[in-house]
C-alpha cells in the first residue's frame, strides 16, 4: 500500500494559464475525491468518482474545472484560465466502498497552486 | 443537511497535559464522524472514526472521542499532551464526501 500520490505537489502560475494535477489513487479503491482548502478552512468537496463515473460536482466546481478519471485508476483535475482565486491546496483521496459499510478515505499530501 | 461546528480556532496546552478537542455536529440520520488531524506541509491523516458501534473510539498517538447523541457532539481527548501532538485537526461528518469543520489549532508548549 503506498497511498495516495499526487502530482507536482506545487505549481506557481500566471492569471489565464490552465493547469492540470493528477492523483494516483490506492489501488484497490473505487472511489475517488477531489477537495480544495484554502488557507485557515478546511477542505470543501470538488467531485467524486465511483470507478470512472463521475457521480457529483459540487456548485465550487465551475465551467473553468474539469475532472477526468478515463480507466477508473488516475485521475486528472484542470483548470482553465485560472484566477487569482484558484489559489489554494488542492486535495486527492480515495476510499473502498465495501458493501454497507461506510468508506474511509485516505488523503494524499495535495498540490498547492499559486497564481500570480 | 449534515454539518460540524469546532467550537475552539485555537487550544494551548502545556506538554503532559489533558486536551480537549470540541465538536458539535448535525444530521438528519445516524452519522459517521471522523477526526483527521493535519500537520503542517503534511498531508491529512485519519486519527479515529465513529460507525454507530462502541460510542468510545479509539484512535492513533492515544486520541480518543466520544459519541454523545444526545448533546450531539464527538470531543477528542488525549490524557497528556505531548509537543508533536501540535497541528491542525478537523471534525468531519461523512454524507457522500466529507464536511469538514474549520478545524481547531492545537499549540502544546514545553
Known amino acids: 500500500d503506498t497511498g495516495v500520490s499526487q502530482d507536482p505537489r506545487h505549481k506557481i502560475t500566471k492569471r489565464g494559464q490552465n493547469v492540470t494535477f493528477r492523483c494516483d489513487p490506492i489501488?484497490?479503491?473505487?472511489?475517488l475525491y477531489w477537495y480544495r482548502q484554502t488557507l485557515g478552512q478546511g477542505p470543501e468537496f470538488l467531485t467524486y468518482f465511483q470507478n470512472e463515473a463521475q457521480l457529483e460536482k459540487s456548485r465550487l466546481l465551475s465551467d473553468r474545472f474539469s475532472a477526468e478519471r478515463p480507466k477508473g485508476s488516475f485521475s486528472t483535475l484542470e483548470i482553465q484560465r485560472t484566477e487569482q482565486g484558484d489559489s489554494a491546496m488542492y486535495l486527492c483521496a480515495s476510499s473502498q466502498l465495501a458493501g454497507g459499510e461506510r468508506d474511509t478515505q485516505y488523503f494524499g499530501p495535495g498540490t498547492r497552486l499559486t497564481v500570480l | 443537511a449534515q454539518s460540524v461546528t469546532q467550537l475552539d480556532s485555537h487550544v494551548s496546552v502545556s506538554e503532559g497535559t489533558p486536551v480537549l478537542l470540541r465538536c458539535n455536529y448535525s444530521s438528519s440520520y445516524s452519522p459517521s464522524l471522523f477526526w483527521y488531524v493535519q500537520h503542517p506541509n503534511k498531508g491529512l491523516q485519519l486519527l479515529l472514526k465513529?460507525?454507530?458501534?462502541?460510542?468510545l473510539v479509539k484512535g492513533i498517538n492515544g486520541f480518543e472521542a466520544e459519541f454523545k447523541k444526545s448533546e450531539t457532539s464527538f470531543h477528542l481527548t488525549k490524557p497528556s499532551a505531548h509537543m508533536s501532538d501540535a497541528a491542525e485537526y478537523f471534525c468531519v461528518v461523512s454524507g457522500t464526501a466529507l464536511i469538514f469543520g474549520k478545524g481547531t489549532t492545537l499549540s502544546v508548549s514545553s
Open positions: 489501488s484497490e479503491h473505487n472511489r
Open positions: 465513529y460507525t454507530s458501534a462502541a460510542t
